[in-house]
């Protein structure tokens, strides 16, 4: 996006930016994290992590975001670096250009099953058949037995390259503005059907409340537990998109004096009503409704996406040709915009790193990105069942969140100081931030990533001396040379600054 470039409208910003937090893992992850986690329980140590570490890291995000933007910077190196003069925190800011890159190269193929699964609910392609059929239908679709993976994969790609070529309020705004509250519409639609099952109605076995009462019945001997805590931090990373680069890029887009305190706030309450109200009130009560507690507590350990493409089909036959068909094309089309609104997100730090850095026009900037997400995506298509896609996820999706959180809190806190970072939140707020947050982002946050890291070491040193799987090593490798490519794109950047007598602020 060019320099000139900005949001059209706070609301457009607002829905962007809740667009970018809200995302599959809002309707397919969370309600499995919380039966797996205390049910009702959960949402203690849930709420705490939210406070204590998705509520500063979204301001302090924001406030990166437009102070990097007052000096002509859309992505993470630079914004960083201008932040402080220590050169290195250029190459820290590579964790918000690969980490985007890597996650969108297998989130876009998991967003393009939504595609395939609306054509599919709307054709009645699930109608007639039995719970079996339907859960091989999904093993049969990623074990690419046929075209139509790919097909979708394609259209998927090209969709969000597209849009991205428009621009940020052309294309990324307008997606949103649709996008959201569509969403919003056919969550409430499915949540409402969801919980006014019937025993006895439609072969339910349940009233639809049981499921939900069975969801948010508190288990408080786990609360101390330190795998729900690490579990509840690990589900706001997810949740709020924070430690990805993406929202300082989108707030590098806003005016100087726009109150990004209140944007924060706004941004990041919309996600916890869609994740805590919307995503706790279909997957799990029509899951349970149907098929019982011990059944769908059993299923949940596979995870969320087993119950929303392999199971959920097959219960919203139940309903009837007419009433499955609208189900079913409601909640993948809601997913597909979950999922839309922040694969775009993750193309703008790319596109923003390009175009300042290399003076890009914003179309070939987009492609290019598009070429990228195709190039890296690949192998996780064509070697889905070999654990590339998983992967992917672990390094990208998870320890690189949490890496680049810890350190950038660091440096907006103990490197920028407190004194510029706490003005910078608060300029030209509508609202202040209460001042106890002034303590919380120097000392609680940075203390509770370095929790989270430390209690994440056992299962990362696990993965690192695992070579196994000859799948998954090429996998590392290819993301390591993703990165160590990005920094090198940024060391050119550099000295192409130097040459031409440019300072990052």
């Not at 094309?329 to 999922?339: E, R």
Request: hydrophobic share 50%; charged share 15%; net charge neutral.
């Amino acid at each position: 996006m060019s320099k000139a470039e900005s949001w059209g409208s706070r609301v457009g910003l607002v829905l962007a930016m809740a667009g970018n937090a809200v995302g599959l893992g809002n309707f397919l992850r969370f309600p499995v994290q919380a039966i797996q986690n205390g049910g009702g329980a959960f949402i203690i140590p849930y709420f705490v992590c939210f406070l204590l570490m998705g509520i500063p890291l979204l301001w302090v995000e924001w406030s990166m975001g437009r102070f990097g933007g007052k000096h002509g910077h859309h992505s993470t190196p630079f914004i960083l670096d201008s932040m402080d003069k220590r050169s290195f925190w250029k190459y820290v800011g590579v964790f918000g250009i690969f980490t985007n890159l890597a996650v969108a190269a297998y989130y876009c193929y998991l967003e393009s099953w939504t595609l395939s699964y609306m054509w599919h609910s709307l054709a009645g392609t699930f109608l007639g058949k039995s719970s079996e059929e339907v859960s091989s239908f999904f093993s049969t679709y990623v074990g690419l037995n046929t075209w139509e993976p790919v097909l979708f994969w394609l259209i998927c790609l090209l969709m969000n390259t597209w849009i991205l070529s428009r621009g940020l309020s052309g294309g990324v705004e307008k997606a949103a503005k649709v996008g959201m509250p569509l969403l919003i519409l056919f969550g409430i639609f499915l949540a409402i059907r969801g919980l006014t099952l019937k025993e006895g109605s439609d072969g339910a076995v349940f009233d639809g409340v049981v499921g939900l009462n069975y969801l948010w019945t508190p288990d408080f001997s786990t609360i101390w537990s330190p795998k729900v805590w690490l579990a509840a931090a690990g589900q706001i990373f997810f949740t709020l998109s924070v430690g990805m680069g993406s929202i300082q890029c989108y707030a590098s887009y806003i005016r100087s004096k726009d109150d990004i305190a209140l944007n924060a706030m706004s941004a990041g309450w919309m996600n916890e009503f869609v994740e805590v109200v919307l995503g706790s009130s279909i997957l799990i009560p029509i899951a349970i409704g149907y098929l019982g507690i011990e059944r769908v507590v059993e299923m949940t350990q596979t995870g969320g996406l087993g119950l929303g493409f392999r199971t959920l089909p097959y219960l919203f036959t139940q309903w009837g040709p007419l009433l499955s068909a609208l189900a079913g094309f409601a909640w993948f089309c809601l997913l597909f915009f979950a999922g839309i609104t922040s694969s775009l997100a993750m193309g703008t730090p790319c596109m923003g790193f390009l175009q300042d850095e290399f003076k890009w026009t914003r179309s070939k900037s987009a492609w290019t990105f598009g070429a990228a997400v195709f190039i890296l995506g690949l192998p996780t298509v064509l070697f889905f069942n070999h654990g590339v896609f998983d992967e992917y996820d672990y390094w990208a999706g998870t320890v690189s969140l949490v890496v680049f959180a810890l350190l950038e809190i660091i440096l907006f806190a103990w490197v920028f100081g407190m004194d510029k970072g706490w003005k910078e939140i608060n300029e030209g707020g509508d609202i202040q931030v209460p001042t106890i947050y002034r303590f919380i982002i120097k000392y609680v946050t940075p203390l509770f990533l370095l929790g989270v890291f430390v209690g994440s070491l056992p299962d990362l040193y696990k993965k690192i001396i695992d070579f196994s799987n000859p799948y998954v090593v090429g996998s590392r490798i290819l993301l390591l040379a993703l990165f160590a490519g990005i920094a090198y794109l940024v060391y050119i950047a550099y000295q192409k600054r130097l040459k031409e007598g440019r300072f990052t602020s």
